[in-house]
């Protein structure tokens, strides 16, 4: 299994900003471990290895910076994409169904998103190519960006400190939050296939 401990230890603060920022909104950071990561942080600031402060602090940033970027990049390329002739990918009315969606449900899906591996990641490109307003979409980036760091990390650090040699137990907990995270989209992808 991927070794997300020796990641964290040996990327340090400047990894955990690169992962995080990556995985936020840049299209191919999909794949990243995020949820395992911040939680993997805050054990290891439980034991004294980083700081829980700076954890954080660095992955709060970069969350934040990460999504206002892929926001940037669907509101500047994904409108263009879509002016070319329809292909199996892209079809023009997706553009006005996204516009639409995220008019309706734009604040909750930026929360949502951050708690949803893969999703997170193409929420805020998909906010730009829908023209979400930018200042509501900053908001609920604060708010999804805080939730999800904080929660995370602070999970990973109050469990690192009541629980004895917790280490012995992070691979089935890692295990645990990459499938609880999983299931809110595998149950939409079961409903849409119906």
Do not use: C
Not at 97 to 126: C, D, E, S
Not at 156 to 174: E, H, K, N, T
């Amino acid at each position: 299994m991927f070794d997300v401990i020796a990641l964290v230890e040996a990327a340090g603060y400047l990894g955990l900003f690169a992962i995080v920022f990556v995985e936020s909104g840049l299209f191919f950071g999909f794949f990243f471990p995020g949820d395992s990561l911040l939680f993997t942080a805050g054990v290891l600031a439980s034991h004294g290895l980083l700081s829980f402060p700076a954890v954080v602090a660095v992955t709060f940033t970069a969350a934040i910076l990460g999504v206002s970027v892929g926001y940037a990049f669907g509101k500047k390329v994904g409108p263009a994409i879509f002016k070319k002739h329809d292909s199996f990918f892209f079809h023009k009315d997706h553009l006005e169904r996204t516009r639409v969606f995220y008019q309706a449900h734009g604040p909750k899906t930026i929360v949502l998103a951050r708690f949803l591996p893969i999703i997170r990641t193409f929420a805020p490109i998909f906010a730009g190519i829908g023209r979400m307003h930018y200042r509501t979409f900053f908001f609920y980036n604060i708010v999804g960006g805080a939730l999800w760091t904080v929660g995370l990390t602070g999970a990973g650090y109050y469990l690192g400190s009541v629980i004895p040699d917790i280490d012995r137990y992070l691979i089935p907990i890692i295990l645990g939050i990459i499938i609880v995270s999983l299931i809110p989209a595998l149950r939409e992808f079961a409903k849409s296939r119906k």
